[in-house]
């Protein structure tokens, strides 16, 4: 083999290596987020309130399960009193679509700091867990918003049929059966270690590296090669 013919073929497998890369990036697995504005119209002691808030809804993937976090820019509702340091506990649920149906319960800590009288209630992030049990694109939207404090509740419910603000590709969990799906409600400060992100930022990352980790092996094994038909050739 002439040392010409040599290095064509070096240079073909170093450009199938970075096929196989794009290949596996191109093989990510779809997530897509957005901040979606929702119309409350609420029920509160003192009569009906509506505000409108833009919410985002965020994944963590853990297992075969999904944390999901619920945020609210801007508050909505209003107490005509002050409400002290954790007097106001929020939940609420989040609707499942698409390939699963169902609903996610999510709640959070109560309120870390006092809120005037007459101001508008800012929600801490509301977190829970969904576990997939259809498989494909599955739909995360705004639900019911239940506040209580001072011994009252107050239900804010959506009312203008608001859009995902979550869509994720996902299969079903070992075991599971078609049907609602309902989420375990969890605090809104995570307890243990940092969980790989699996929302919109999500497995395109994890899975970029391994089409870099293609790459390197495939240039690692082209170096090799050149090493070693040079020494055949002294």
């Known amino acids: 083999m002439s040392y010409r013919t040599y290095q064509k073929r070096t240079a073909a497998l170093a450009f199938a290596a970075a096929l196989a890369g794009s290949a ?16 409350y119209q609420c029920k509160t002691p003192i009569g009906d309130k509506s505000a409108v808030s833009p919410i985002d809804i965020k994944s963590v993937r853990s297992g075969s399960a999904y944390k999901l976090t619920m ?3 801007k508050g909505v509702s209003s107490s005509p009193v002050e409400l002290g340091k954790g007097a106001m506990s929020p939940s609420a649920v989040i609707q499942v679509g698409g390939a699963d149906s169902g609903t996610v319960a999510v709640s959070g800590p109560a309120n870390a700091a006092a809120i005037p009288a ?9 977190s829970g867990t969904y576990t997939p049990k259809g498989t494909g694109e599955v739909t995360f939207t705004a639900g019911v918003l239940t506040i209580k404090a001072l011994g009252t509740t107050t239900t804010c419910t959506p009312s203008n049929d608001p859009d995902p603000s979550l869509t994720l590709d996902v299969a079903a969990a070992s075991g599971s059966s078609g049907g609602s799906t309902s989420g375990e409600s969890q605090s809104g400060t995570d307890s243990g270690g940092e969980l790989p992100q699996t929302g919109p930022e999500d497995s395109a990352i994890a899975l970029g590296t391994l089409g870099g ?22």
């Open 71 to 73: 945020s609210w820019q």
């Open 118 to 126: 007459n101001t508008p209630i800012k929600i801490s992030d509301l």
């Open 24 to 39: 596996v990036l191109m093989a990510a697995p779809a997530a897509h987020a957005d901040v979606v504005d929702v119309n």
């Open 213 to 234: 980790t293609v790459l390197l092996a495939g240039a690692a094994g082209v170096l090799w090669l050149t090493r070693r038909h040079q020494a055949v050739r002294r």
